[in-house]
């Protein structure tokens, strides 16, 4: 069934299935088209590119966003901009890659054993500039009534960045303590019954938020902390997975937990949107930070997980329902990135770009009416280090999930370049979507070309490159540490409770 599934949903393509237009479209539903749209955008947090079963999970349900992928139109390639959490969410509300916000990574120290980095990583920062203008800024200013419910993570306060609500966004990139109560620090949420799951009161902030604002445009930012660690479900859910037969590809009882209580949550809000009689003028946008926790869950065949810049790591679910414009069940394969968000939300809402920022996504509108987009190529610049999980691979070497590196993907092609030791990893993902093969030395001009731009690109964000020797480094130390990593890979039903930034 798995080998079915990607013969069919795995083709590189240039294109979208479906063309439909805004204006006929409004006038067959009787929807006003000069109306500002309201926009729910839910960006779910370590949710892995196939941890729904739209996207082929054998064991995790999800009928409410396999009901809502059936209405939208659904991004088989899209990609977070970075592959953990605070990087990728700072690259979504500014519209910018990272060298230009320069967070990098969660934290500004070194993340890992310090013996085992031969260079001095960027720092770089863990705010979001006060002078980046987000795209809830634009919205806010521009009539919307905006709202952020959950997971911030690039400052102490999100409101100051475009929103008129804050419900539980801080800096903190996990639960404060857990999925459980008490929610200290935790804005709106301090008053909480015992027993209260983090999950389902989003989701009721959510549903109060929206019954609210009914009389004018909005904008909710819906942005859970699942399925960030640590693990904790509901145990009635906990305990119906674990009664379950395992998949093939996915087994863990906790993880499928969580997953149905966002499940469970979007589907409350869609039906909230068809009684208040505004699910026809709602924007509904669905997408993840970075892949998934590598430790519960799997993304195969793509290589690696969250914190890796495999395809593991950045590819994330994403669908898109505009009704009036996105054709019901249709699929595009072009490669896209939440980069893109900014200036596709902006064209939704007839907003004008910002004219004193650089924004390095396109407007996906073309795709979303059933055209095409012009050839472009996506990056990744990772200045740090971003230390291993104890069990399991897909990791370029088991001491670091990434080390320094940057990216590029062109049309089916992907290069990778490591600063430490030079490497570079050329792929071609249309004939190896797994990164297994490294063809960089029987394809030499097209190694050349990818480099050479990826080389031009990091001149023009100003990229910062780590050069310096980091003395701390010992290599015998890093040697011994590498031959003792040969370490037994862990079942996924075990339950982590730590930290997986």
């Given at each position: 069934?798995?080998?079915?599934?990607?013969?069919?949903?795995?083709?590189?393509?240039?294109?979208?299935?479906?063309?439909?237009?805004?204006?006929?479209?409004?006038?067959?539903?009787?929807?006003?088209?000069?109306?500002?749209?309201?926009?729910?955008?839910?960006?779910?947090?370590?949710?892995?590119?196939?941890?729904?079963?739209?996207?082929?999970?054998?064991?995790?349900?999800?009928?409410?966003?396999?009901?809502?992928?059936?209405?939208?139109?659904?991004?088989?390639?899209?990609?977070?901009?970075?592959?953990?959490?605070?990087?990728?969410?700072?690259?979504?509300?500014s519209?910018?890659?990272t060298?230009?916000?320069?967070?990098?990574?969660?934290?500004?120290?070194?993340?890992?054993?310090?013996?085992?980095?031969?260079?001095?990583?960027?720092?770089?920062?863990?705010?979001?500039?006060?002078?980046?203008?987000t795209?809830?800024?634009?919205?806010?200013?521009?009539?919307?009534?905006?709202?952020?419910?959950?997971?911030?993570?690039?400052?102490?306060?999100?409101?100051?960045?475009?929103?008129?609500?804050?419900?539980?966004?801080?800096?903190?990139?996990?639960?404060?303590?857990?999925?459980?109560?008490?929610?200290?620090?935790?804005?709106?949420?301090?008053?909480?019954?015992?027993?209260?799951?983090?999950?389902?009161?989003?989701?009721?902030?959510?549903?109060?938020?929206?019954?609210?604002?009914?009389?004018?445009?909005w904008?909710?930012?819906?942005?859970?902390?699942?399925?960030?660690?640590?693990?904790?479900?509901?145990?009635?859910?906990?305990?119906?997975?674990r009664?379950?037969?395992?998949?093939?590809?996915?087994?863990?009882?906790?993880?499928?937990?969580?997953?149905?209580?966002?499940?469970?949550?979007?589907?409350?809000?869609?039906?909230?949107?068809?009684?208040?009689?505004?699910?026809?003028?709602?924007?509904?946008?669905?997408?993840?930070?970075?892949?998934?926790?590598?430790?519960?869950t799997s993304?195969?065949?793509?290589?690696g997980?969250?914190?890796?810049?495999?395809?593991?790591?950045?590819?994330?679910?994403?669908?898109?329902?505009?009704?009036?414009?996105?054709?019901?069940?249709?699929?595009?394969?072009?490669?896209?990135?939440?980069?893109d968000?900014?200036?596709?939300?902006?064209d939704?809402?007839?907003?004008?770009?910002?004219d004193?920022?650089?924004?390095?996504?396109?407007?996906?509108?073309?795709?979303?009416?059933?055209?095409?987009?012009p050839?472009?190529?996506?990056?990744?610049?990772?200045?740090?280090?971003?230390?291993?999980?104890?069990?399991?691979?897909?990791?370029?070497?088991?001491?670091?999930?990434?080390?320094?590196?940057?990216?590029?993907?062109?049309?089916?092609?992907?290069?990778?370049?490591?600063?430490?030791?030079?490497?570079?990893?050329?792929?071609?993902?249309?004939?190896?979507?797994?990164?297994?093969?490294?063809?960089?030395?029987s394809?030499p001009?097209?190694?050349?070309?990818l480099?050479s731009?990826?080389i031009?690109?990091?001149?023009?964000?100003?990229?910062?490159?780590?050069?310096?020797?980091?003395?701390?480094?010992?290599?015998?130390?890093?040697?011994?540490?590498?031959?003792?990593?040969?370490?037994?890979?862990?079942?996924?039903?075990?339950?982590?409770?730590?930290?997986?930034?």
């Amino acid at each position: 069934m798995l080998q079915n599934f990607f013969r069919r949903t795995l083709v590189l393509s240039s294109f979208c299935v479906g063309v439909w237009t805004w204006n006929a479209a409004a006038i067959v539903q009787g929807i006003d088209a000069e109306a500002p749209p309201n926009i729910l955008f839910v960006f779910l947090d370590d949710y892995g590119w196939r941890d729904c079963g739209f996207m082929g999970s054998d064991f995790y349900e999800t009928p409410h966003l396999d009901r809502l992928a059936s209405e939208s139109m659904v991004f088989r390639q899209a990609y977070a901009a970075a592959a953990n959490c605070a990087p990728s969410r700072a690259c979504l509300l500014s519209g910018q890659y990272t060298p230009r916000h320069s967070i990098y990574n969660v934290g500004t120290g070194l993340r890992g054993n310090p013996k085992f980095s031969r260079l001095k990583h960027v720092p770089g920062t863990d705010t979001l500039r006060p002078d980046i203008v987000t795209w809830a800024q634009r919205l806010q200013s521009n009539g919307y009534s905006t709202g952020i419910i959950g997971k911030w993570h690039l400052s102490d306060d999100p409101r100051p960045y475009g929103f008129d609500v804050n419900i539980g966004g801080t800096h903190s990139g996990s639960p404060p303590a857990g999925y459980f109560p008490p929610h200290p620090a935790a804005p709106g949420l301090e008053k909480a019954e015992a027993g209260e799951y983090l999950t389902d009161r989003l989701n009721q902030e959510a549903e109060s938020f929206i019954r609210h604002h009914t009389n004018q445009p909005w904008m909710l930012y819906l942005s859970h902390f699942a399925v960030h660690t640590p693990l904790q479900a509901k145990e009635e859910l906990t305990a119906k997975f674990r009664d379950k037969p395992p998949g093939q590809l996915h087994q863990h009882a906790i993880m499928a937990a969580m997953i149905e209580s966002v499940d469970e949550g979007l589907g409350r809000l869609m039906k909230v949107l068809e009684e208040l009689d505004i699910a026809q003028r709602t924007i509904i946008m669905v997408t993840s930070d970075n892949g998934g926790y590598g430790p519960a869950t799997s993304m195969k065949p793509l290589k690696g997980y969250k914190g890796t810049y495999y395809e593991g790591g950045l590819r994330v679910p994403m669908l898109v329902r505009w009704p009036g414009v996105t054709v019901a069940g249709s699929v595009c394969e072009t490669p896209v990135c939440n980069v893109d968000i900014y200036p596709t939300l902006m064209d939704m809402a007839k907003i004008s770009l910002p004219d004193t920022q650089h924004l390095d996504g396109v407007s996906l509108r073309p795709l979303l009416e059933g055209g095409e987009l012009p050839s472009r190529a996506l990056f990744w610049h990772f200045p740090a280090y971003l230390e291993s999980y104890a069990v399991i691979d897909g990791q370029r070497d088991p001491l670091f999930r990434s080390r320094p590196c940057s990216i590029i993907r062109n049309g089916d092609w992907k290069l990778h370049e490591y600063y430490e030791d030079g490497g570079l990893e050329l792929y071609n993902l249309r004939e190896d979507v797994g990164e297994e093969k490294n063809v960089a030395l029987s394809h030499p001009d097209k190694l050349h070309e990818l480099h050479s731009q990826l080389i031009a690109w990091r001149g023009a964000t100003q990229a910062l490159i780590p050069t310096e020797t980091n003395p701390s480094f010992d290599g015998q130390a890093e040697q011994a540490a590498r031959q003792n990593a040969n370490r037994p890979r862990k079942s996924r039903n075990n339950t982590n409770q730590g930290n997986s930034e």
